[in-house]
């Protein structure tokens, strides 16, 4: 894990964000609103998942978000791709070593609730 963390520090040069994203299945495109962003393959840094999701680019995008610094994780691993409910966990614990306090989890969803159409945010606790 250290190494993933030096790295990617290495990488932030010098900006510490204290928030994160998880982007889930078509949010991926969220990235592109970041400003000065900084890219940082899951390749390059020890122990983060491979996906092999469509949609999921495995990269982390760090820079200012509406102001905000902030990081996003560009995909991520999902249970049913290697029977790991743990996948992730060495990437959070990067993000915990850095600095981030705050972490938005989010992800594609569907609903048999009529009310709960197409684009409607729902919290799944």
Known sequence: MKEALDHLVEKLDGLAPTAALVLGSGLGG???QVEDARRISYAELRGFPRSGVSGHAGEVVAGHFA???VLMLSGRAHYY??????????????LAGIGISH????NAAGSVDPEMG????MLIT
């Open 67 to 69: 102001g905000t610094p």
């Open 118 to 121: 197409p684009g409607s945010v």
């Open 103 to 106: 972490l938005i989890l989010t």
């Open 30 to 32: 969220l990235v592109d």
């Open 81 to 94: 791709e290697h029977g790991n409910a743990a996948a992730m966990r060495p990437a959070l614990e990067v």
